[in-house]
């Protein structure tokens, strides 16, 4: 499985950011997918953050919902969440991946929230 996210950078807190993720090497429509994140410092886990199933349906991690929204194209292999209200505690690396993730990660994209 192939999974190339992008879209991440600096914001300033209470900003908005798109991120995006094709996917490859998987029949993207009929495997759920999520967005999980790894907050910098040790210890830090990758946890999940958002969720959508092959058919539309969305759950959520608590601290983010009702800022992000997870969305798909199927018609692109794509998965996005879109961020908004952005805080400096969403630091962290955004990595796609199949939900569950059997361990299929990419290299991830970096968002880093300024105050």
């Known amino acids: 499985v192939q999974l190339q996210a992008s879209g991440g950078g600096l914001v300033q807190a209470g900003e908005s950011r798109l991120l995006s993720c094709v996917v490859s090497g998987i029949i993207f429509s009929i495997n759920d997918m999520a967005w999980y994140r790894q907050a910098p410092g040790p210890g830090n886990q990758r946890d999940f953050i958002a969720g959508i199933s092959r058919t539309g349906v969305t759950t959520y991690q608590n601290s983010v919902k009702g800022r992000f929204a997870i969305s798909r194209d199927n018609a692109k292999n794509s998965v996005y969440l879109q961020m908004n209200s952005l805080k400096p505690e969403d630091t962290a690396v955004y990595y796609c991946?199949?939900?569950?993730?059997?361990?299929?990660w990419g290299a991830g994209t970096q968002v880093t929230v300024s105050s």
């Open positions: 991946s199949t939900m569950p993730h059997r361990n299929n």
